[in-house]
């Protein structure tokens, strides 16, 4: 019995978690006019305020006058982490203080400033901490609370739930970006693809990839062009096993990038799963008693000639690649493996098909591994495999010569 080669395992296409550091240009205004105040000053003013809003709750301008104070108040404390509560309540003052403004016809474009500029402020610094400038190393913690700031600020900035995110993956919390970046679409009508992406590239790092799935695809649908995006997409459908959703989506990427190394050998992996599903759903029907389904068994015929074509041109084309020449072994020995499991449970009628599709997959393997012998001669394994295919198609002289090694 030919018992399956090392795993043939699924290429995880590999790339970053891309998020631009980049700092934003920020208002000239000063949001922290009073810094000659101290907190209780600041206090005493937002209850003298309160007061004049219980008398006249229709005033703008008083709403507006806390919501400032809030923000200086909430910059007094050095931990950022500490200005949740003064930044909260100012962001409801602000809120209250445009609504009005907006019934009265009055511009709140000084609302809308004082937000902006309050966001830059603790965004940017966010950013410089994660930069690590100015400090040795990059603070994630405190970058991670700057950034919490900024979208309390504004809600449905995008970019600091991203970079929030990043701060958190960063910090080895990867269940905590996803959270964030989770929260973001909650708050944000059309969340930017770029936000999705990294979503589903987390979930995808943490073994979620159903979920990553479900969101790539969400993303897609913004932005079908994005190769970056599309090669998210064929990841998740590799690592949640559906092999003829990655065949189609990386036909596209291979389109796109014909020379891509790491494309051609995923599309070739990935035709032989899907080639393997079709045999063993074959295998189940007949250990159930079942005549042999000729329409399964051509259509894993199929899939494994095209993966044989793929494995075969990638091969052909670098031959000095060890990994690559072991990949392409590696399958042809497999196919095999998979042919044989039927062996015992077919007819007369499909013996003579199946045992020279048999012979077919070992006979390629051996030149490769007879290569590979050379290259890795101290690999047993490879050594036992060869020697199994020698035996397997009856070269004994050859199988005696390897045994030799073994």
């Known amino acids: 019995m030919i018992h399956d080669f090392t795993r043939m395992a ?13 700092t934003l240009q920020s208002s000239t205004q000063n949001p922290a006019e009073s810094d000659s105040l101290s907190e209780q000053q600041i206090q005493k003013q937002i209850r003298s305020i309160d007061k004049n809003i219980s008398s006249d709750p229709e005033k703008a301008d008083l709403y507006f006058q806390k919501g400032k104070l809030l923000t200086q108040l909430a910059q007094k404390k050095e931990e950022p982490s500490e200005r949740v509560p003064s930044y909260s309540d100012a962001r409801k003052a602000l809120e209250q203080a445009a609504d009005l403004y907006n019934k009265s016809a009055k511009s709140e474009d000084k609302v809308t400033d004082l937000l902006n500029v309050t ?33 309390i ?9 991203t970079m929030k995110a990043r701060a958190l993956y960063k910090d080895q919390q990867p269940d905590q970006a996803i959270n964030t970046l ?5 708050k944000i009508s059309n969340p930017p693809t770029i936000l999705l992406e990294q979503l589903a590239y987390l979930y995808l790092e943490n073994n979620y990839p159903k979920k990553a799935v479900e969101v790539y695809e969400q993303a897609e649908s913004f932005s079908n ?29 291979i389109e796109n990038e014909p020379q891509n190394i790491i494309y051609g050998q995923s599309l070739a992996t990935e035709l032989y799963f899907a080639g393997k599903a079709k045999l063993n759903s074959v295998f189940s029907a007949l250990k159930n008693g079942d005549a042999l389904d000729e329409t399964k068994f051509d259509s894993a015929n199929t899939l494994l000639t095209r993966a044989s074509e793929q494995f075969s041109r990638i091969s052909d084309a670098n031959p000095g690649n060890l990994d690559i020449q072991k990949r392409t072994a590696t399958f042809y020995y497999n196919s095999a ?6 062996v015992p449970l077919i007819t007369e009628e499909h013996d003579e098909q199946i045992q020279e599709k048999i012979k077919q997959y070992l006979s390629a393997s051996i030149p490769l591994f007879e290569n590979l012998t050379e290259k890795e001669s101290q690999n047993q394994e490879i050594w036992n495999k060869l020697f199994q295919a020698y035996s ?3 070269m004994e002289q050859e199988a005696k010569n390897v045994k030799a090694n073994l």
């Open 337 to 342: 493996s998979q042919y044989q499991k039927l």
């Open 10 to 22: 699924s290429l995880m296409l590999a790339f970053g978690f891309f998020i631009s550091c980049s």
């Open 153 to 161: 600020i504004i809600p449905d900035s995008a970019i600091s739930y």
């Open 392 to 394: 397997i198609l009856g």
């Open 119 to 151: 966001w830059s402020l603790e965004h940017n610094e966010g950013v410089k901490l994660l930069q690590g400038e100015s400090i040795e190393e990059p603070n994630y913690a405190e970058a991670t609370a700057h950034f919490n700031n900024a979208t």
């Open 225 to 253: 062009n994005n190769l970056n995006l599309l090669h998210g997409l064929s990841n998740a459908y590799i690592n949640a096993g559906e092999h003829q959703k990655a065949i189609e989506l990386l036909e596209q990427l």
């Open 182 to 186: 989770k929260e973001a679409q909650t």
